[in-house]
C-alpha cells in the first residue's frame, strides 16, 4: 500500500510536501507497533501524563513545540486504541443505532491528521474517512487543555460524529461534547468545557455574538476561547456560507419603507414593459422572416436589455443565427462611439435590468408612468451644483443658506430612498422567481441558497430587497430588522488561533483559502486507486430536450438495476425531475437538505440495486454512499449531474459521491444552451458556431472534451466573480470587525474585572478633561465657558457647585480639571459608601455595559445605514468602501465617546438600593433638594441595578439663578440636543428622521 501511495505523491509541489510527512508516518506506524504489548490500562494512561506535562508549559508557542514532538507517539495512541475497539468488535450506538467500531487508521488517514495538525486543508474524497482522521489532531491538540472545536456543516452531523468518534476519546480518557440548536445556556457549558466539542459553524458564531455582545457576567458565557478548529466540509463553510453573515436581529425601532405603497404601480410597469418586450420579440421573428437579421438582432437585444428572462427571447437564443445577431448587436452597442444611441435604445423601455449585476433602472418613461406630475421625483438632484448656488446667491444670510442646504439635502436623501426602493422592487419582479431564489412557507419569503438548495429560514436579504419581495408575494412585510450583533463566518474563524480543514473538494478554491484565511490546502491521495469514470458532457439545445435524455438514461440504469445519484442545482430542479420521472413511473428518492437525520439514511441507501436519488448538491452531504450487492458488477454508482453548476468544485463534490475507497462509479453532466451559466458566461458565440457546423437536430447531444474546456472557463469566470463578491463583503466586515473587537474587548474586560471602580474612574480620568476642554480649551476662539462647563457638572453629578464655590476662572484648564475629579470622586466615595460593596461592584459593571449596549446598538443600526447608503454613493462616483471606511471611523470615534458620556451621566443616577439612595440623597447639599424632590425608580428598573429616572435633584439645579436658557444658547447645538437615535423621528416636530433634521451632521 505504501507503493502505490508514493507512487502518487512524487512530483508535484504538493507531493513533495506530502513526500517529507512520510517518515513521520513511519514513525507513527512504528510506535503503534510497540504500543500493542501495552495494557489498555497503559495506553490510557499517556493521555494524564501529556496533559499534566504541557500544563505546565505556559507559552502557546512552546506547547505547539511539545506537540510536534510527541505527535507520533500520539497519533499511535490512537491508532492503536482504534484497532483494540476494532479487535473486539466493540458495539455502542450512534444517533439511537447499534453501530460496531469496524475502523484502524489507513497511512493516508495519518497523513490527513498531520495536515490537519499543521493548520493546512486536507482534500480527502468522499468516503476516506475525514471523520476518523479528524481525530488523531484533535487528540492530540486536545491536550492542551485549551479545548478544540469540530465544526460540521448540520446538527445531525455534529451529533453522529461525536458520538462515533467519542467512543474512541472515550477509551482514551478524553471528554467529548455536542453543541446542538436547542440546548440551554448551562448545557452548552457543559459541551464547551469538554476536551474536544463538535457543532455546527452557526452555533459556534452564535454563541460567541451572545457570549461578548449580550452576556453581563462571566456566567453567563459558555464559550472558553477560540484555540484550535476543524472545519468539515470546508469549502461549503467557509466559501458557500460565509456570503451571508451571521446577525442576531431584533425589529427595528421605525420602519421607513414604501415598498406596498409602489408594488401596485410597479406591478402595471412590469406588466407594460413585459407587453412592450413580447411585442418587440414578436417583431424580432418578423424581421429575422423577411431576412433583416440586423433589424432582429436588434430587437431582440433590446428585449434582452428589459426583460432578460423572456420567454420568447430564451426560445430565440437558442437559434444560432438569432443568438450571433444579437450578440452582434449587442457588442456594438456598447463601443464608445454609440453611447447615446445605447442610451435612446434604453429610453424606449420601462427600465432596464441587467442580469449580471443585478441592477435596475427607470427610464424617462418609467419615470412619468409612475409620477406624471413629477417624473424628476426618481432623479437623484445635482446637489454639488445646488449648493454651489446657493453659496453665491448674495441675496442670502448665512443662516439662510444653511437652513436651503439642509433642505435640499433632506429632498435628496428623500429621492434616494424612492429610488431605492423601486430599484429593489423592480429586481424582485424581473430576477427573483418564486421556487428558484426563495420559497414561499407559512406566509413568509424563505431564502432558498442557490448554490446548496438549502432553505435559510431567518435569513433576510439585505438592503431592503427581501421587504420587496414580500411585497410581491403579498405576504406580511416585516419590519426592517435591526442588527443586534453581527459576524461574517470568515471573521468568527480568525479568531482561532490555529485553523485547519478538511473537504473533499478545495483544490480549484486553493487561492481564496490562501487569500482570506491563510489556509494552504494538501491534496491527500486517496487509500486506494480511484476507479470512477468521468464522461464527457452531454449538451443539448434546450432543457426540454436535456432533460428528456436524462429521463432515458435513469430509465436505462434502472432497468439494469444500476443505482443512480441525480444531482441538481436548485429545488426547483428536483422537483421538475421528481415530476417527470412520477409519470414514467420509475420510483426515487428525493432529498432537499431539509431533513438531514432522514437524508443521511437515505443517501445511505443510495448505492442499493435499482436505486434512484435525486438531490440538490448540499442534500446528505456527510454520509457516504456504500453499494449494495451485486452493484459493483454493474458498473457501481452512476452519478449524472443535470447542469453545471456555478463553481467546479460543486460539480467535482457531486461526481466524488461515486467510487469511493476502490468502487466502480461513474459520472456524466448534462448541459443545455439555456442553463443559466450558458445564458449569462458561456462562450456563447463559440457554442452556436461549433452547432452549426453539426447541424444539430432536434433531441440531439453534443458531446465532446473542448467543450467541457468551454463549459469550464464560464465557471471560472463565474468562480472569480463570487470570489470578488465575498472579498466585498469581508472588505466591508473588516471596519466592522475592528470595531467590535475593541467594544468586546472592553466589554469582557468590564466582566471580567475584580475592581471595575477602576474602570469607571478610567472614563472619569478620559471623559472630563475632554469636557473641560470643550467649555475652556485654549483651542476655542471664544471666550472661556465656564457657565457652561457649570452646568454640565451640576447636571451631570450631584455636587452642588455654585459659580462662587467653583471659581473656575482662578484655576487654569488642568487645574480646573484636576478639581472637578477630585470632587466627583470625592461623590462618588461618599455615594457608594452607603451601598453595599459587593452590590456597588455589580452596578459599576452594570453602568458600563448598560452605556456599551445602548449604544452599540445604537451603532450598528447607523452602520447599517451608511452601508445602505454609501451604495447610493456609487452613483456620485465615489468608491462606496472608502466612504464606509471613513464615516465609519468617525461614527466610531463618536460613538466611544459617547458611552463614556453616558457612563458619567448614569454614575450618579443608578443605585443597587433604594434605601442606600435615599441615605445618600439625604447628604447632599440642601439647595439641591429644595425645588424637585427625586422621582421614585420606576418598575421597570433593570434587575441587577437600579436605574432611576433622569433625578430630579440633578436637573434642580437649573432652577438655581444660573439660568438654564441662556445657557443653552452657549451650546454648540448638537450637544443641547436630547438624545435621539438617528432613525427616530426629530424631536423638533417636523416629522422628520433626527438624522435628516436637526441631528444631519453638518
Ligand atoms: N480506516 C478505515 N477503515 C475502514 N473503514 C473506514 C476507515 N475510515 C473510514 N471508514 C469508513 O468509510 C466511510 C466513510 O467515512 P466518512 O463519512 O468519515 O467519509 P468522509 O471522508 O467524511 O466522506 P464525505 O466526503 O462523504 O463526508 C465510513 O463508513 C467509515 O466507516
Ligand atoms: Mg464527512
Redesign the pocket.
Known sequence: MVGWILKKILGSKNQRELKRLMPIVRRVNEFDEQFKSLSDGELRAKTAVWKEELAKIPELEDQWKQLDEILPEAFAVVKNA?RRLKDRQDSFTVCDQPMKW?????DV?LLGGIVLHRGRIAE??????????ATLPLYLNALTGRGVHLVTVNDYLARR?AEWMGRLYDFLGLTVGCIQHDQEPDLRREQYAMDITYGTNSEFGFDYLRDNGMATTREQQVQRGYYYAIV??VDSILIDEARTPLIISGPATISTHQYDRWKPLIEQLVRKQNMLCNRMASEAIEKFERGDVEMGGRLMFKVKLGQPRNKQLLRMMEDPDKRRAVDKAELSFYQDTRKEELFALKEELFFTIDEKSNEADLSEQGRNFLNPDDPNAFVLPDLINEFTEIDLDPSLSQEEKDKKKAERQQHCDEQAERIHNISQLLRAYCLFEKDVQYVIEENKVVIVDEFTGRKMPGRRWSDGLHQAVEAKEGVQIDRETQTLATITIQNYFRLYQKLAG???TAETEAAEFHDIYKLDVNVIPT?RPVARKDHNDRIYKTRREKYNAVINEIRDCHVREQPVLVGTVSVEASELLSRMLKREKIPHNVLNAKFHMQEAEIVQRAGQPGTVTISTNMAG????I?LGAGVPGRGGLYVIGTERHEARRIDR?LR??CA??GDPGSSRFYVSFEDDLMRNFGAADRMTRIMERFGLEEGQELEHRWLNKSVETAQKRVEQRNYLIRKRTLDFDDVMNMQREVVYTYRNEVIDSEEPRTLIYEVLDEAVPAKVKEYLGAERDEEPNYTGLLHWVNTTFPLGLTKEKAQFDTRTVDENTQFLIAKIKDAYERKSSHEEPTAVKSLERYIILNAIDRLWQEHLYAMDALREGVYLRGYAQKDPLIEYKTEAYDMFVELMANIKNEVLNNLFRSTSNLQAFENFLATLPQFLLREHAPTAPTANAPARGRQLQPVGAMAAVAGDGDGAGEMTLDLPIRRSMPKVGRNEPCPCGSGKKYKNCCGRVA
Open positions: 482504534a469496524d475502523m484502524v487508521h489507513f488517514q480527502m474524497a468522499t468516503g476516506e474517512g475525514k471523520t476518523l482522521v460524529d468539515d466540509e478538511m473537504t473533499g487509500n452531504r456527510g454520509t457516504d456504500k463534490q466524488g459521491r469511493r475507497q
